[in-house]
């Protein structure tokens, strides 16, 4: 394997991924943030009853076989024409099931406008399965500034159409437009951007030899969006859609930093793992500096966004989502291990081990319903305190299985961790402590505090030379000075 070209591969991978992050991310970020100043919790609460159902569709669509396709090496083009059919197939017949039960979701939440919301929301399982094999070889190609390119597109054209229709008073329906939309040009963007077409061959056979991954992978896939989305069905069913609300907007706050660094690793470390999983030492050596680069980068920003959370709320979203501010912070302790967690689940998908990552899901996920079942009482404050005591099982349960299969224990991933966390945890401390001073308005305060907790991360990871931050710098040093260079 040539080493050189491959860590080419990778930072360029990373690269175009970071960019599709910030930029996206960021974009979708400000999408929601207008729309949330239009609309009203009431109205974000209806579309996230919706979502587990939309999910669970999603994922019988893509039925595991986009995984697969990732992770076979010898993959051929009857192989890839046969999973873009079965995934259209599973996608007209999850359509159908959706505009069938649409009056059970209702009747389920008691709120009869769902039924037509459901029906208009199941567009986006057809539309999707037009690109799902697109997707996956981009991702296998470790394509990203294809997939970016994507991504910008779909979350502006779609973006643009939520919020002319919200400022037009059309309501929940321009959340919904928002969805479809979205949808629809992703599709036509990965088709475009993708030189794959589909031939006129459909094999059983290949889908067979892809069964044992594909189908480990579908039950993985359905238990995971199943009771990630689980909060949502149990907040939508016993309180408002108000309620509901204000917890999915606190979680898409949450999400953002966390999803635009864990998520872009995540989705080059899989294909990269699958490249070396005939070689643990070096697939060690990929995993303990992926890990240190994600702790870095995602600790600091979940203290930090915690610490500011007040301040940011009501910058951005205005006084009528005040009531999310503490789900906000809640869901940054529930935040400080996702990325840990998500690398080592990667670990598990490209060594092959479906198996074990589907007993892992049923364990991790029997500890959400029993979290569930003892703290819905507390209200949505005590189910997310439960949540977050599932994540640290969670982590524990995966890096066992890490340290069994390629030698990196939890131990040593603590060890390499810890120190990052204790930067992190001074700098809350100290952003903390600023917050606590009189300040005129809000915005000065959540400027003062972003400016502080910068300040005081870099210095004290330059001060200590955190070996990951140290990287990072020097790199970014070395393109300066060539930016440099070139201008002179």
Not at 1 to 28: H, N, P
Not at 177 to 202: D, E, K, Y
């Amino acid at each position: 394997m040539d080493l050189t070209g491959l860590k080419a591969k990778t930072i360029l991978a990373l690269s175009w991924g970071m960019l599709e992050s910030l930029g996206v991310q960021g974009m979708r970020f400000c999408v929601g943030i207008l729309l949330a100043r239009l609309l009203f919790p009431e109205q974000f609460g209806l579309i996230g009853m919706l979502w587990v159902f939309i999910a669970v569709a999603q994922s019988l669509t893509d039925s595991g076989y986009g995984l697969a396709l990732i992770q076979k090496q010898d993959v051929t083009r009857t192989d890839i024409s046969s999973v873009f059919y079965f995934n259209i197939a599973v996608g007209l017949l999850a359509i159908g099931m959706m505009y069938l039960v649409a009056p059970w979701i209702a009747a389920f939440y008691n709120q009869p406008v769902l039924t037509s919301l459901t029906r208009a929301m199941s567009l986006i399982i057809l539309i999707n399965s037009f690109g799902i094999v697109h997707s996956n070889l981009l991702h296998k190609q470790m394509n990203f500034k294809s997939l970016t390119k994507v991504s910008m597109s779909e979350v502006i054209l779609s973006g643009m159409i939520g919020v002319a229709m919200a400022v037009a008073g059309f309501g929940v329906w321009s959340l919904v437009a928002q969805q479809v939309s979205g949808a629809f040009f992703r599709t036509l963007s990965l088709w475009f951007m993708s030189s794959w077409r589909p031939a006129l061959i459909f094999k059983l056979r290949s889908l067979k030899q892809m069964f044992g991954f594909g189908s480990r992978m579908l039950a993985s896939g359905l238990i995971d969006q199943i009771f990630s989305n689980i909060y949502l069905l149990v907040i939508g069913k016993l309180f408002s859609a108000a309620d509901l609300g204000y917890f999915t907007r606190a979680r898409s706050v949450q999400e953002l930093p966390s999803n635009m660094v864990s998520g872009v690793v995540a989705r080059v470390t899989f294909p990269l793992f699958s490249m070396l999983q005939n070689d643990s030492a070096l697939l060690k050596r990929g995993m303990k500096k992926a890990l240190k680069l994600l702790v870095m980068i995602n600790v600091p920003m979940m203290i930090g966004l915690a610490a500011v959370s007040r301040p940011l709320i009501l910058v951005l979203l205005t006084e009528k989502w005040a009531e999310c501010i503490p789900y906000l912070e809640l869901l940054c302790l529930y935040g400080l291990l996702h990325a840990m967690i998500l690398i080592n689940h990667n670990l598990l998908l490209a060594l092959g081990r479906p198996e074990l990552y589907l007993r892992l899901e049923i364990a991790k996920k029997a500890l959400v319903v029993i979290s569930i079942a003892i703290t819905w009482r507390w209200g949505i404050s005590g189910m997310i305190y439960g949540l977050v005591i599932c994540s640290v099982i969670s982590f524990f349960l995966n890096s066992y299985y890490t340290g069994v299969l390629i030698g990196y224990t939890i131990r040593e991933q603590l060890c390499d961790a810890l120190p990052y966390f204790i930067m992190s945890g001074l700098m809350g401390i100290a952003i903390f402590a600023l917050g606590l001073l009189p300040f005129p308005n809000h915005w000065s305060m959540l400027f003062s505090q972003t400016i502080t907790g910068v300040v005081v991360y870099v210095t004290l990871c330059r001060l200590f030379r955190l070996e990951a931050f140290m990287e990072l710098w020097e790199m970014c040093c070395n393109k300066m000075d060539l930016l440099r260079a070139g201008a002179e």
